[in-house]
């Protein structure tokens, strides 16, 4: 996790007070999540999130700041998620039980991304406003993006693909899925999931792995 990350989830972490305090913190987290979903961030006020979680404003204060203060939390909550399915793909090996893991893998990225849309929707609108959220965009897609070099630079080592440089790979690989992520789920591209995640899989299997899978 990079530093920014860090210094938001210790900060997060430091304002819980006992179980009933992360409770209230989990609501407000989840509410925030909802209010970004129905309004956008620019227009959520700490009164959107405070009525949505059934909060008193004081109850806000004691864990956040303000709005940005919730969405680093959330940000930091979804960038934790990412990198942990990252680190998925590096037991993933060449052949067809390799393939039906990326496929497994791919759908749970699109589960993942449907659950954290609103987050990263408000994120790529805060990334205007405060340049914490653009540090910590590059820190996400950089230790997420790492990760997935590591399973090319397999390929690679192997003799399985002609050589690609593993890093610049992995970026433009993140780079597709997440911007047809954003395109289908959150803009209504009309895709269906399986035709989805069989293609996106089947094109991530010959990027990572430089060949086709075999039926």
């Known amino acids: 996790m990079g530093a920014v990350a860090r210094k938001a989830k210790t900060v997060q972490q430091e304002r819980v007070i006992g179980e009933q305090g992360e409770r209230t913190r989990v609501k407000l987290l989840e509410a925030a999540r909802q209010v970004f979903l129905e309004r956008g961030y620019s ?3 700490v009164d959107d999130v405070t009525k949505k979680a059934g909060t008193s404003h004081g ?11 919730v969405l680093e939390a959330l940000a930091v ?3 934790d998620h990412m990198y942990a399915l990252a680190d998925e793909l590096e037991g993933i090996e060449v052949g067809e039980a ?4 990326l496929r497994a893998w791919v759908g749970r990225f699109v589960d993942a991304y449907e659950r954290h849309s609103p987050v990263v929707n408000a994120w790529i609108t805060a990334e205007m406003e405060d340049s914490r959220f653009d540090q910590l965009g590059r820190e996400v897609l950089g230790q997420f ?3 997935i070099a590591h399973t090319i630079e397999r390929g690679v080592d192997a003799g399985l693909r002609h050589p690609v440089h593993p890093g610049t ?8 899925l997440e911007r047809f992520c954003y395109f ?3 803009r209504g591209g009309p895709f269906k999931r399986d ?3 069989d293609t996106i899989a089947a094109i991530w299997y010959e990027a990572l792995f430089g060949q086709r899978q075999q039926a």
């Open 195 to 197: 035709v989805v995640i």
């Open 145 to 147: 993006a790492g990760r």
């Open 77 to 79: 909550e979804t960038a």
């Open 98 to 101: 390799g393939y039906q893991q």
């Open 43 to 45: 227009a959520t006020r």
């Open 184 to 186: 289908w789920l959150v």
């Open 59 to 69: 109850a806000f204060y004691l864990y956040f700041a303000n709005k940005q203060d």
């Open 169 to 176: 790979a992995a970026v433009a690989l993140v780079s597709m």
